[in-house]
């Protein structure tokens, strides 16, 4: 059973966005086009906010994918799990497909027999292990995310060094928004190690409005232009923003 290439986005953001295109639409394109959106919300308690809770929960809904509000200080562990548990939903609804093809009718993985589930849990398992991983990670760079980046960036590189483990190959973007030009601009373009980022992390020029919505869509065209799927070569993304 083959589940091909993993598309993800990593949205990180501590707000509601304003400006643009509702970004619940644009996470709803993103699905249909085969990439999963997840969303990590970073928050301090005093501004805890009803409207970004539900905002991050709708993106994250649309977009297929897992939603989790955090604290700057649980940000390290967050980007992990909620990268692996959007790998493993993702595989699961593979294998309910496969399985509702062989059984004529729609079926999850809860609905096959006891002794023959613990087949189909390895292989979720197997393929969560051996499948290649393609994560575009979007940062919300605003004025009041300023704070809150060096947590963002050493979340990131313990992202990159856990995932090393598997078999399958990992491939790994970041770009920031808002930008002047062209709403969106690369931090790293596409590599399978996160540690240049090092360097470029304290340059970043932050401010302006949040426009999630036309950033998701643009961060959509990184994907369409690399066109790697199922490719097991090593590639980058040399084009401008």
């Not at 644009?26 to 249909?32: D, T």
């Not at 994907?223 to 199922?230: A, D, L, R």
Request: proline share 3%.
């Amino acid at each position: 059973m083959e589940v091909g290439t993993l598309r993800q986005i990593l949205l990180i953001t501590d707000g509601c966005s304003n400006s643009g295109e509702s970004p619940v639409t644009s996470a709803m394109r993103l699905f249909k086009a085969g990439i999963v959106v997840n969303v990590i919300g970073i928050v301090n308690e005093n501004e805890a906010n009803s409207d970004s809770y539900d905002e991050i929960n709708s993106i994250a809904t649309a977009g297929g994918g897992v939603s989790q509000i955090v604290y700057e200080e649980d940000l390290s562990q967050t980007v992990q799990a909620v990268t692996v548990q959007a790998m493993s939903q993702t595989i699961q609804g593979v294998v309910n497909k496969e399985l509702t093809q062989i059984f004529g009718e729609q079926k999850n993985i809860e609905d096959i027999a006891p002794d023959q589930r613990g087949e189909v849990v390895e292989l979720v398992e197997e393929m969560g292990e051996t499948a290649n991983l393609q994560v575009l990670i979007l940062v919300d760079t605003s004025a009041s995310m300023h704070s809150k980046l060096p947590a963002v960036k050493e979340a990131l590189l313990d992202l990159s060094y856990n995932l090393q483990a598997r078999s399958g190959q990992n491939e790994f973007a970041i770009f920031q928004y808002p930008h002047k030009q062209s709403i969106i601009s690369p931090i790293t373009h596409w590599t399978r190690e996160l540690e240049s980022m090092s360097v470029i992390f304290p340059k970043l020029i932050l401010g302006g409005v949040t426009p999630t919505g036309p950033a998701l869509q643009k961060a959509m065209q990184k994907f369409s232009k690399k066109q790697i799927e199922g490719n097991v070569h090593r590639e980058y993304d040399s084009e401008e923003a």
